[in-house]
Every structure is written in structure tokens, then in C-alpha cells.
């Protein structure tokens, strides 16, 4: 586990042997949900979850909480392109969370939970706000999309136990409750994208 007091690189590109990786950031809601979600995506090889978009360097989950330090609730995700684009990444966040209540997803309420996209470069932002503007001219939603978009600044990896927490806690209520239902909502409208190939 990374140390905690030290921010994730934040570059959005990065070189390995075989190919360049990208990352993404996003906000919406408990990111146990949004980690358990990108988790079973093909194509993202890591999915941490943390803290973004607030004015306190190291915070905790108790200081989240309060709702003072500014922080989001989030994840960040390590992908590949060639398996996965950033707009597939998109529809998926916006089909798995509720893109029009402020601060706020289903019982959890806070700014902590707001919605939110953290670009790492113009073409996130471009992509961001062009996936925003379809859905709304769309009228997907009854209320338009509040979804803040925000340059990533600092990206802070949550607590151990914050990591792999519906992997490891599948019968605690939250997860049967919450968790569970996006999940069959993911296996329904992205099934396709669920399946996993030795290439990703």
C-alpha cells in the first residue's frame, strides 16, 4: 500500500514495457461503489480509492466526513486505451450513479459524495464536458447533471481498510444493499464490457 501522507502521481500518461497506461479520476458517491464497479471492468488494471478536490493536504476518513476539508470521495483508475477509452469509462460512471442530486447519492449526503470528474489533461476536460452536454440534451435525467469538472490537483489514497471493501466485506449491509444492485445494473448494460482477455 502506498504511504498516505504522500500524493499518487498525478501524470496522466505512463510509459511500461509494452504500452502507455492512462489514469482517471472520479467522484460519485461512496467510492466502495465506485470501486467495486471499475473493479470488474476490463482494461483497468488498478482502481484506488481517496480522497480529491479539497484544501487539506493528508486527510483522514473522519475529516472527509465533517465535510470541511472539501474533499470528495473518490477513486482513482490506472487503465489501458487500447482496451478501455476514457469516454467508455464516462458512460459507465454516469449509468452507476445519480449524476443530478447535489451533494448527495441516495442516504449518503455530503459535499464528500458530490458528483465530480478530476481531468488530468484538456482532453479529459473536453471529454467531460461533452459527455455532460449529450447526456443533458438527451434528457437521460428528469434535473440536469450537477457533475463538477476540476483539474486534478492532489490525489490522496484512502485508508487500508477503505481498499477491496467489497471484496472482502460482500455480506455487510451496505454492500448487499448498495453495492450489489449497481453491480446488476453494470452486468446488465455492460456486460461487454465486464469480459476479460489475455490482451487487457
Same mark, same amino acid.
Given at each position: 500500500?502506498?504511504?498516505?501522507?504522500?500524493?499518487?502521481?498525478?501524470?496522466?500518461? /505512463?510509459? !511500461?514495457?509494452?504500452?502507455?497506461?492512462?489514469?482517471?479520476?472520479?467522484?460519485?458517491?461512496?467510492?466502495?461503489?465506485?470501486?467495486?464497479?471499475?473493479?470488474?471492468?476490463?482494461g483497468i488494471h488498478q482502481v484506488v480509492s481517496g480522497y480529491t478536490g479539497g484544501i487539506t493536504n493528508s486527510p483522514s476518513y473522519e475529516s472527509v466526513c465533517t465535510g470541511n476539508t472539501g474533499h470528495a470521495e473518490a477513486v482513482q483508475l490506472t487503465y489501458d486505451p487500447q482496451c478501455i477509452s476514457y469516454k467508455q469509462i464516462l458512460e459507465i460512471f454516469f449509468d452507476i450513479h445519480d449524476p443530478t442530486t447535489l451533494n448527495r447519492q441516495e442516504a449518503d449526503i455530503g459535499s464528500q459524495y458530490?458528483?465530480?470528474?478530476?481531468?488530468?489533461?484538456? /482532453?479529459?476536460?473536453?471529454?467531460?464536458?461533452?459527455?455532460?452536454?449529450?447526456?443533458? !440534451?438527451?434528457?437521460?435525467?428528469?434535473?440536469?447533471?450537477? !457533475?463538477?469538472?476540476?483539474?486534478?490537483?492532489?490525489?490522496?489514497?484512502? /485508508?487500508?481498510?477503505?481498499?477491496?471493501?467489497f471484496e472482502r466485506n460482500p455480506e455487510q449491509a451496505y454492500c448487499r444493499l448498495v453495492i450489489n444492485p449497481k453491480l446488476n445494473k453494470l452486468r446488465e448494460e455492460h456486460r461487454s464490457k465486464m469480459s476479460r482477455s489475455s490482451a487487457c
Open positions: 500500500m502506498m504511504p498516505r501522507d504522500i500524493p499518487m502521481n498525478q501524470e496522466s500518461k /505512463e510509459k !511500461t514495457e509494452d504500452n502507455t497506461i492512462e489514469k482517471a479520476t472520479l467522484a460519485g458517491g461512496c467510492f466502495w461503489c465506485l470501486e467495486a464497479i471499475f473493479s470488474k471492468i476490463n458530490r458528483s465530480a470528474i478530476f481531468y488530468h489533461n484538456n /482532453e479529459q476536460r473536453e471529454a467531460a464536458k461533452e459527455m455532460i452536454h449529450k447526456l443533458d !440534451t438527451a434528457q437521460k435525467w428528469r434535473n440536469p447533471i450537477v !457533475t463538477e469538472i476540476n483539474p486534478l490537483k492532489n490525489f490522496y489514497p484512502a /485508508e487500508e481498510y477503505h481498499h477491496k471493501y
